[in-house]
């Protein structure tokens, strides 16, 4: 387990998973502090986990290893408050802040970083993070990093930050295009006669089932799929109409759009161009 020290500044979702994750893999409460401006957030964090808890970040950032889980538009003042803060024992730093890229934030705290975006379901301990380290973070401290955000299910590294806005449209923005899925396939369920409540039991064990065999095997989904659509059956009669009403370009277009967002929230947010 960690032996470093470790804060996070802001001790909201994100924050109070990872501390969960963490304290359930065995890192003492002690040797975590929140701060966090509301006083009831404070209260329940020490109360739920035992953790050290402040109103302050300036006393939060002696820690050695930071985590700013801060919303977005509050990072760069939070950021530029911690800098003189850092300066001289130069902790580990990470961001789970969406849209916020690492030079930015480098420019505003003066050290380099570890950006991640992280997903919904990480609150529920089972995310996928896609991780970006600035090239003067050591490897050590890359490592550190991916076994912090491990405490809430897995991770992905890229090399290149742009490649972060494809995380946030594949990964981050994913968990809502699998809900419409199994909206949709509710929806179509009662148009079918099923009662709402069946089709909704259906549409979502069906989703965890398929999730499931495709987490736990080593095939690729495209080999799951052949392997339950018999030739002349019922699915391959589902599929073909996916194929023939064009779902394929449907999904890159989407991703292509939640990508492209990203990208202009990142040059607003953070107030540079590129
Ligand atoms: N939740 C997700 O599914 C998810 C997924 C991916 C990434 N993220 C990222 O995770 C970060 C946190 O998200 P969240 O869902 O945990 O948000 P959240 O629940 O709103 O938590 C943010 C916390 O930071 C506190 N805060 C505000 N200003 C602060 C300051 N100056 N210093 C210290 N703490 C301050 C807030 O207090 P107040 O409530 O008093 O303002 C709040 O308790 C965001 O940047 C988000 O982009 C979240």
């Known amino acids: 387990m960690l032996t470093q020290t470790l804060a996070f500044i802001g001790g909201g979702n994100m924050a109070r998973s990872l501390i969960g994750g963490l304290i359930a893999q065995g890192l003492p409460a002690t040797q975590i502090t929140v701060s966090d401006p509301m006083e009831s957030q404070r209260a329940h964090l020490q109360r739920d986990y035992g953790v050290h808890v402040t109103a302050n970040n300036e ?7 930071i985590v700013l889980a801060v919303k977005p538009q509050e990072l760069r003042q939070v950021a530029e408050q911690l800098r003189r803060h850092i300066a001289s024992h130069r902790p580990l730093i990470i961001s789970v802040a969406a849209g916020i890229r690492a030079s930015d934030l480098h420019h505003w705290l003066g050290l380099p970083v570890v950006r991640t975006m992280p997903n919904r379901p990480a609150l529920n301990s089972c995310g996928v993070t896609g991780m970006y380290a600035s090239p003067e973070v050591p490897t050590a401290q890359r490592e550190l990093a991916e076994r912090i955000m491990n ?11 742009t490649l972060i806005d494809a995380v946030t449209a594949v990964s981050g923005s994913g968990p809502a295009y699998f809900f419409l899925l199994m909206e949709l396939l509710e929806a179509a369920g009662v148009a079918q006669g099923l009662p709402e409540a069946t089709a909704r039991k259906l549409a979502i064990e069906t ?68």
């Open 59 to 65: 006393t939060a950032c002696a820690a050695q290893i």
């Open 151 to 161: 405490a809430v299910g897995t991770s992905v590294w890229v090399e290149q930050e």
């Open 207 to 274: 989703a965890y089932g398929a999730g499931m065999m495709a987490h736990h095997g080593s095939d690729a989904p495209a080999t799951l799929r052949a392997q339950v659509t018999s030739k002349g059956g019922t699915t391959a009669a589902a599929l073909a109409i996916f194929e023939a009403q064009g779902l394929k370009n449907t999904v890159f277009a989407a991703v292509q759009a939640a990508a492209d967002r990203s990208a202009e929230l990142a040059v607003l947010l953070g107030g540079n161009k590129g």
